[in-house]
């Protein structure tokens, strides 16, 4: 049970990135980036690149910055060439496919069995002490924890507020002589570089990346922010980001336990997809059950009058 455990605070920790990018672009900005996915496996791959290249540590920012590219791309479709949010990140997502296997010269599959990582000096850290099997989770944690405390600064910046702004009432922020095509664009930029630093760390957990590795992300993370709403429904920014984190790691633990159950693979991303629709008509079925309840009484009531 405690390796169980581990491994969804490992893999919901690393996961919760691209969570917060989309409490960011989706929550935040009111836009439902489609290109999750693809911009996921281009951090990934990026990474890996890097890391091959025999600089771990600069796989971070250099995957950030593909990520970076990424939003910017969408954004312009959005903003500059006016097509729509969801088709403009369908465009991105199919595209940075082949982006992604150009970047990994033309393979679907690198191996990093034998390469230095981001993880690899904490390794060696902590070695022969308690936390020796933790060393993957710190590193997580590290990351999600800098990512929450930028987006409670950042939010509060004549900026972040107007990016909030932007996704509440455009037309207030047009009026307000700020541009909310710049807005638009600075988030998903900023998304892009989140969603794009968890492929990162995933790839490089895993000691190997495949093109295919992004390939649901935006299901889970999705699923993992609504879940997270359960944990923190309102209150400060900081407090809704800690409550999407957690949504990440009590998705992933539910993944672990249908894999415990001997759930068949192929079908967890039916897992993911009934998740979703829970957590999104959850609240409204809720909020319908006394008028559902009292019709189903006055039903029962008139087949009694009628008997």
Request: charged fraction near 10%; include cysteine.
């Amino acid at each position: 049970m405690l390796s169980i455990l581990q491994t969804a605070l490992e893999l919901g920790l690393m996961g919760s990135l691209t969570v917060l990018a989309l409490f960011l672009s989706y929550t935040m900005l009111g836009v439902c980036d489609l290109s999750t996915d693809g911009c996921f496996t281009l951090g990934a791959v990026t990474g890996a690149v890097a890391a091959l290249a025999g600089h771990p540590y600069l796989s971070l920012p250099a995957a950030m910055c593909a990520g970076v590219l990424s939003g910017l791309v969408t954004a312009t479709l959005q903003t500059r060439m006016g097509i729509d949010s969801l088709l403009s990140g369908i465009i991105v997502n199919t595209g940075l496919y082949s982006v992604n296997i150009a970047i990994m010269g033309g393979a679907s599959l690198l191996n990093l069995n034998k390469t230095a990582t981001v993880f690899t000096a904490l390794r060696d850290a902590l070695a022969g002490t308690a936390l020796a099997g933790w060393y993957k989770a710190i590193v997580a944690l590290l990351a999600a924890a800098l990512v929450i405390a930028f987006l409670a600064l950042f939010l509060r910046t004549r900026l972040g507020l107007a990016i909030h702004a932007t996704g509440d009432n455009p037309d207030m922020v047009r009026s307000s002589s700020i541009n909310p095509a710049m807005t638009t664009t600075v988030g998903l930029c900023i998304s892009g570089s989140f969603t794009a630093l968890s492929g990162c760390l995933l790839a490089q957990s895993q000691k190997s990346v495949n093109i295919d590795i992004g390939s649901g992300m935006v299901t889970i993370a999705l699923a993992s922010l609504l879940i997270g709403r359960a944990f923190a429904p309102r209150g400060s920014v900081a407090k809704r980001a800690c409550g999407a984190v957690v949504g990440a790691i009590v998705f992933r633990l539910v993944y672990a336990l249908a894999l415990r159950l001997n759930m068949p693979a192929f079908m967890l991303k039916l897992v993911s997809s009934v998740i979703v629709v829970i957590a999104i008509a959850g609240p409204y079925l809720r909020n319908r059950y006394p008028e559902l309840a009292r019709r189903i009484r006055h039903g029962r009531g008139e087949e009694e009058r009628n008997a």
